[in-house]
């Protein structure tokens, strides 16, 4: 039995009782280690305190394991076969960097993980273990969960509660049931007509104004469910709730459960077309899609049976990467993103990589072994170390396999036909539950066999252990669109340039420049690195003048087709030296642009498959 008492939720202050069975003896206690979705080991341990075990009264006595810091051991007396484990959980005050252990409580909403708050004993699975919490909830609040309530009193989702009871779940069901909750609450039925499999959007939000959410965005999210239904042919859960977390105040990310989503994003994102289109975006498609490639089909290597064994993520590229390309096509067939959009977006993404001299050294593949350590890494030097490339790569390669898909088959196949076969009904239609089914390497290469024969692993493995200077646009421009740079930014890039008031020369001088004038990252091997402009400086004056954004673009331009270097002043750990760039090309920025050789494969891939929700009234 689990008790959470969340009624301090707005002190960012959370309690935890637990009761469990023991034997006399020795007893090893596990705090939860690598968080499923995050691919890593973050569970934040640190802000695991006060923590106290006990039995009938009287405490026991425990020693940290002096080499996993996630492990407690104590010795149970004798007589005694009921331990009660009391612990806080103190949730990080501010940042908007971490997943579900960063910043997750404002005066007015907060999520709870429950691997957060519960310790589990050794030599057991998370299957096998059975857990029956209740959430203590702050006077007025409602809650959303996909975790199942009790029989004896549920309450619908976004009503308010108390104490509220749950069903008990395995281990493993109920850390992959977070609950969201807040004072300013909905909840908006996304279920097409018809759909046996319930599903639903429990958002909370830092104001009443955030969560007034128009018709469309509704219909948008509406639209999202039944094309994820005909995409994928199934669903494999009970019922779906996405928790969407609407704040300035808390960590940014989505993560992925089987039967839920846990994402946070700008406190207006639903109700500014600008932050709609940017920090909204493929947020939840992508998040949807882990329901089926993530949860129901994971990576043997991900597919771990506790929460302490590490996790390999050499498959990243399929789990995240494809993830990221569903995700991507399903905000355009659902209208979340314009056809223009999309191509926006796409353009972002493949510049980026096509400015990624790290490719040289590190293969994508090891983007993927290495995710422990480049979710972490700083975005200064990323052209050179990579980060987690395999979203953004793993997209494009996925964009490729899908044009060469229908190269082959004449447009009569693609990448719509293996997410049937592959996250398909499951073979026992009966079982409703969520349950995983994971896959291989060779799982992927033979479904996509099934759809059109090639070889797909030489296809494959040719691109994620590629090293050398060339992102893979094979893709795009397979898909009959080129990727070119103009000195007009796109709809999408401005809005996006706006939001974070950064200054974009990453295509012409290599610079992306922060809102003081200071150095976000300086591309390798492009004009102002070679000049020795590097991360972490500030510009103070271009050709004498203080530094904007616009004098810099003024002195861009007329350095184009003029010998003439521009010249920087910049400032690093206070002290001043003047730079001189040779850039003389003027400002670049990426886009798709049709080329009329080929058919037009990006056009089909985002056309909508459902009729469009009507309207709401
Ligand atoms: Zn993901």
Redesign the pocket.
């Known amino acids: 039995m689990l008790a959470v008492d969340a009624s301090q939720a707005a002190q960012k202050l959370f309690h935890a009782r637990l009761t469990m069975p023991v034997t006399p003896g020795p007893l090893t206690l596990h705090y939860p280690k690598w968080i499923p979705?995050e691919h890593m080991p973050t569970g934040p341990v640190v802000d695991n305190v006060g923590v106290k075990f006990s039995a009938g009264g009287q405490m026991i006595p425990w020693r940290r394991d002096d080499v996993d810091m996630f492990t407690y051991h104590l010795t149970v007396p004798p007589g005694v076969n009921q331990l009660e484990v009391a612990m806080d959980y103190t949730s990080p005050v501010s940042g908007e960097s971490g997943f579900s252990g960063g910043a997750s409580a404002t005066d007015k909403l907060t999520v709870i993980s429950w691997n957060q708050l519960l310790l589990y004993p050794a030599g057991f699975t998370t299957d096998q273990l059975t857990y029956q919490a209740s959430l203590q909830i702050p006077a007025r609040w409602k809650f959303g969960t996909a975790l199942p309530q009790s029989e004896t009193a549920p309450r619908p989702a976004g009503q308010p509660g108390d104490t509220v009871l749950f069903q008990p779940a395995t281990l493993t069901t109920l850390v992959d049931s977070p609950v969201i909750m807040g004072e300013f609450f909905r909840v908006v039925p996304l279920s097409p007509a018809g759909e046996a499999r319930p599903t639903e959007l429990d958002v909370a939000a830092d104001s009443a104004a955030a969560i007034d959410i128009s018709a469309n965005v509704e219909n948008h999210l509406r639209n999202l469910v039944a094309e994820a239904g005909v995409l994928f042919g199934a669903r494999h859960y009970r019922d779906y709730h996405f928790l969407l977390s609407l704040s300035d105040h808390v960590a940014h990310f989505?993560l992925?459960h089987h039967e839920s989503n846990d994402s946070r994003t700008s406190e207006r994102a639903l109700i500014d077309d600008s932050l709609r289109r940017v920090a909204f975006g493929d947020l939840l498609p992508?998040?949807y899609t882990?329901s089926w490639n993530?949860k129901y089909r994971r990576p043997l290597g991900l597919s771990t049976p506790d929460f302490q064994q590490p996790m390999k993520g050499e498959l990243l590229w399929v789990?995240?990467g494809l993830?990221?390309y569903f995700g991507k096509l399903l905000a355009a067939r659902c209208g979340i993103w314009s056809a223009d959009d999309f191509r926006d977006n796409v353009a972002l993404l493949a510049a980026e990589l096509a400015h990624r001299p790290g490719r040289q050294w590190r293969p994508l593949q090891d983007t993927t072994v290495a995710a422990q350590l480049l979710y972490r890494s700083p975005s200064q030097w990323s052209s050179w170390r990579r980060g987690v490339d395999f979203?953004n790569e793993g997209a494009l390669i996925w964009l490729d396999v899908d044009a060469t898909i229908r190269r082959l088959t004449n447009n009569q196949k693609s990448m719509d036909d293996f997410a049937k076969l592959f996250y398909g009904p499951p073979d026992n239609p009966a079982n409703v539950a969520p349950q995983v089914k994971p896959y291989t390497f060779d799982d992927v290469v033979a479904t996509l066999n099934q759809v059109a024969p090639n070889d797909w692993r030489k296809f494959l493995l040719d691109r994620v252990n590629y090293v050398g200077p060339n992102a893979p646009l094979a893709g795009l421009e397979g898909s009959g669109w080129r990727l070119v740079y103009t000195d007009t930014p796109s709809d999408l890039q401005r809005t996006r340039d706006s939001i974070e008031q950064g200054a974009d020369f990453s295509y012409s001088l290599g610079l992306f420049i922060g809102r003081t004038g200071r150095v976000g990252d300086s591309i390798f091997f492009m004009p102002a690195y070679q000049a020795g402009i590097m991360p972490g400086m500030t510009i103070v004056a271009v050709n004498g003048r203080k530094y904007s954004p616009e004098v810099l673009h003024d002195a861009v331009k007329a350095a184009k087709g003029n010998a003439a270097a521009i010249s920087l002043l910049v400032e690093n750990s206070e002290y001043y030296r003047s730079y001189a760039v040779n850039y003389h090309d003027g400002d670049r920025y990426p886009h798709l642009v049709r080329d009329t050789s080929k058919p037009d494969y990006l056009g089909e891939i985002i056309r909508p498959h459902v009729t469009p929700a009507a309207p709401a009234k």
């Open positions: 979705g989505g992925e992508h998040e882990h993530g789990y995240e993830t990221h979203y």
